[in-house]
């Protein structure tokens, strides 16, 4: 592993470091921990780091990104610790103004995840310089904490000057006749028969949408004036003359802006099929993230799969739900008759999948509720101010909202006819649901296409349990779980299942910890209920047992309990243990890295709260992790301390199956207790 450097020059502080493993250590480290996890049958160790999170090196962008060469850096970190891949979120093209990746393209790429640095490199044509990466990109700010953030405004000033340079440094070099532009424009051409061709013209359609968006100040197209422009694709699939005239208009007069765009994305697609180069020589995987909904410019593009003048949300109890600005996909359009054919909605899902599994080797589902029985919401009941916040309340003018087999329109009938498809699920009352054939019939097949097992896939199934997602995905499908055991313990539950101590949307596991409610005794006197820490997942007796369960080691289960007990830091390590002991695990990079400043979380769910998906990982990282590992007061996991509970644990759990096999029991130890110790030695490195 090659550990990052200092800049003297720009680091303000005095360096103070940690103990780092030398490279022969680290070596042996390495082989140390995938060894625990191979003699446990851990499958999956999969980090959660959202794209924008990635740190830089030694220039920056102002956001991160998941196919520069800094995330190689980070890259190898998380597998020199046993982790074998990394969740990503979605990768998609953002919402200017909109820095939620659930709300971005399902097919566009994201330009600001462009490795700038890689465009002065000759398979690039060198359309960047050195100078022009000097002037354009900032050296990374080193501070006390270890966290940054993402700057998007600035990072999109970033990325227009720089991307507008690069256009005409290559449209230059191409005229030119420099030979490394041609062989790049080889490539260029390549990816334009396979992305914009006479049967899918995305990249030009997408390409006319931004400069509409342009043109009318929003993406929102359903706030443009003007009707044509509103509906220019769906009027030109239909044949309208005057839709194909604009069309062609708008494209002819807008060319190099259009062509420009073209090429930034053939960029970005260049570069994240190199990174997957790259992860495969190591044997790093990433997760994409198939996001329930799709950004504007999609939905422009496909209006007809869609249900008009609807959106999908979550049910929130007394509240208005959470609305997502974001369409459902149309029942009806799904499919062609009853011969299965995919319709106009059915072809628009398994495109989003198959593009979300193009150069990612496995997926995670998210929300998968909102493809079996979407929470939907009718727009034309939200009603807003003057400033543009909802003014409705669950006792007054309610929100319409309900689960898509149960809403009926003001006259009592339900909101579409579902006459054209047979169902697979009926309710109690006697009506259908139709959406469940989606699994069936397109997720799971195109799982399979991609040599993907669905068991493998991370389905997003924490949410409500209406009665037709809990038949259809738990009862039918018996697909996995996504635990969080934040809220319960890992005993007793499948094998099969995902399990993770907070996701994307939680706070860390110090803060959970931390969590109270002011309540009042029966004298009247406050006292805190601390209803984390108290919870039955965070028991210190359930723990204590359940990473001791050898009753020859009693006297360690003891002394075990009441450390945790009285200590919420090691509580935290036990519950990490205890999520280590199983076979597929996901751990937030802020875990990981020990980022537990009050307030500072990547984000926090059903909120709009300003700092949502900023949080970002310095570029000084590594030393920082070392750094905090060897302080007075750690907060990052040192990952050889916490294996060594798990392997421990799990250690037990199989001489209590072995019984009276001693002979058995003597493998196990020979077999365990070498890597427990090796283990222990480098947990004392890590903290010297």
Same mark, same amino acid.
């Given at each position: 592993m090659r550990v990052l450097g200092i800049d003297k020059k720009t680091h303000t502080l005095t360096a103070s470091f940690g103990r780092k493993p030398?490279?022969?250590?680290?070596?042996?480290?390495?082989?140390?921990?995938?060894?625990?996890?191979?003699?446990?049958?851990?499958?999956?160790?999969?980090?959660?780091?959202?794209?924008?999170?990635?740190?830089?090196?030694?220039?920056?962008?102002?956001?991160?990104?998941?196919?520069?060469?800094?995330?190689?850096?980070?890259?190898?970190?998380?597998?020199?610790?046993?982790?074998?891949?990394?969740?990503?979120?979605?990768?998609?093209?953002?919402?200017?103004?909109?820095?939620s990746p659930y709300n971005s393209s399902a097919f566009a790429k994201n330009r600001l995840f462009i490795d700038l640095q890689a465009l002065q490199n000759s398979d690039y044509a060198e359309i960047l310089d050195e100078k022009d990466i000097d002037n354009l990109l900032l050296t990374p700010k080193h501070t006390d904490k270890n966290y940054t953030y993402t700057d998007f405004n600035k990072a999109n000033e970033i990325y227009d000057n720089a991307l507008e340079k690069a256009f005409i440094g290559f449209r230059t070099k191409l005229k030119n006749g420099?030979?490394?532009?041609?062989?790049?424009?080889?490539?260029?051409?390549? =990816?334009?028969? +396979? @992305?914009?061709?006479?049967?899918?013209?995305? !990249?030009?359609?997408?390409?006319?949408?931004?400069?509409?968006? &342009?043109?009318?100040?929003t993406e929102n197209f359903e706030k443009w004036p003007d009707n044509t422009d509103r509906n220019l694709i769906l009027l030109v699939k239909?044949?309208?003359?005057?839709?194909?005239?604009?069309?062609?208009?708008?494209y002819n007069s807008n060319k190099k802006e259009i062509e420009k765009y073209k090429f930034e994305q053939f960029i970005a697609t260049k570069q994240i099929k190199e990174n997957k180069e790259f992860r495969e020589k190591i044997g790093f995987k990433y997760f994409s993230d198939m996001l329930v909904g799709c950004s504007k410019m999609?939905?422009?593009?496909?209006?007809?799969?869609?249900?008009?003048g609807y959106q999908i949300g979550a049910y929130e109890y007394m509240k208005n739900p959470q609305m997502w600005d974001s369409p459902i996909l149309h029942p009806r359009?799904? =499919?062609?008759? +009853? @011969?299965?054919?995919?319709?106009?909605?059915? !072809?628009?899902?398994?495109?989003?999948?198959?593009?979300?599994? &193009?150069?990612?080797?496995?997926?995670?589902?998210?929300?998968?509720?909102?493809?079996?029985?979407?929470?939907?919401?009718?727009?034309?009941?939200?009603?807003?101010?003057?400033?543009?916040?909802?003014?409705?309340?669950?006792?007054?003018?309610?929100?319409?909202?309900?689960?898509?087999?149960?809403?009926?329109?003001?006259?009592g009938k339900p909101i579409d006819d579902y006459k054209n498809y047979s169902c697979d699920f009926t309710h109690k009352d006697g009506h259908k649901t139709y959406h469940s054939n989606i699994m069936n019939e397109i997720v799971l097949p195109t799982l399979k296409e991609h040599n993907l097992n669905p068991d493998d896939a991370v389905w997003e199934d924490v949410c409500s349990q209406p009665e037709a997602f809990s038949k259809v995905y738990y009862e039918n499908l018996h697909l996995p779980r996504l635990m969080q055991t934040e809220w319960?313990?890992?005993?007793?539950?499948?094998?099969?299942?995902?399990?993770?101590?907070g996701s994307h949307d939680s706070i860390p596991g110090?803060?959970?910890?931390?969590?109270?409610?002011?309540?009042?005794d029966t004298n009247g006197n406050q006292y805190k209920d601390y209803w984390t820490k108290n919870s039955d997942g965070w028991n210190p007796d359930y723990l204590a047992g359940y990473l001791n369960m050898d009753p020859s080691r009693i006297k360690e289960r003891n002394s075990f309990r009441n450390k945790i007990a009285e200590d919420d830091k090691e509580r935290v390590k036990a519950k990490f243990a205890e999520l280590l002991t199983t076979k597929k695990f996901q751990i937030s990079f802020a875990d990981i890295l020990g980022i537990v400043d009050d307030d500072i979380v990547y984000n926090i769910g059903g909120t709009n709260r300003k700092d949502?998906?900023?949080?970002?990982?310095?570029?000084?990282?590594?030393?920082?992790?070392?750094?905090?590992?060897?302080?007075?007061n750690p907060t990052a996991i040192n990952i050889p301390e916490v294996l060594k509970m798990a392997l421990q644990a799990k250690l037990d759990m199989l001489k209590l199956q072995a019984g009276e096999n001693t002979q058995k029991i003597e493998e196990l130890n020979n077999t365990f207790n070498p890597v427990i110790e090796k283990l222990a030695h480098y947990e004392s490195i890590l903290k010297e």
């Open positions: 030398t490279e022969a250590e680290a070596d042996d480290m390495q082989n140390t921990i995938n060894k625990a996890y191979n003699i446990m049958g851990t499958k999956e160790r999969i980090a959660i780091t959202h794209g924008s999170c990635f740190p830089a090196t030694d220039k920056d962008s102002c956001i991160g990104s998941p196919f520069s060469k800094a995330a190689n850096e980070y890259i190898k970190f998380l597998a020199l610790y046993g982790f074998n891949g990394n969740q990503l979120g979605p990768n998609g093209e953002l919402v200017r103004g909109n820095n420099d030979a490394n532009a041609l062989e790049l424009n080889k490539e260029f051409q390549i =990816f334009l028969k +396979s @992305n914009d061709n006479k049967n899918n013209k995305r !990249l030009t359609e997408e390409g006319i949408f931004n400069v509409l968006a &342009e043109e009318y100040g239909q044949g309208d003359i005057n839709a194909c005239i604009r069309y062609n208009n708008l999609d939905h422009w593009r496909h209006q007809d799969a869609f249900i008009k359009k799904l =499919f062609k008759g +009853s @011969n299965k054919e995919l319709g106009t909605a059915g !072809l628009f899902l398994k495109e989003k999948l198959d593009n979300a599994l &193009e150069f990612c080797e496995n997926v995670r589902i998210d929300h998968v509720m909102g493809l079996i029985e979407p929470y939907i919401i009718d727009n034309s009941s939200i009603i807003f101010d003057s400033n543009g916040k909802i003014l409705n309340t669950p006792t007054n003018n309610p929100v319409h909202a309900e689960y898509i087999s149960n809403m009926r329109s003001a006259d319960a313990r890992v005993q007793g539950g499948s094998e099969k299942d995902w399990y993770l101590l110090l803060q959970m910890i931390k969590r109270f409610n002011i309540k009042h949502n998906w900023k949080l970002r990982i310095p570029s000084d990282f590594i030393d920082k992790y070392y750094e905090n590992l060897s302080s007075d």
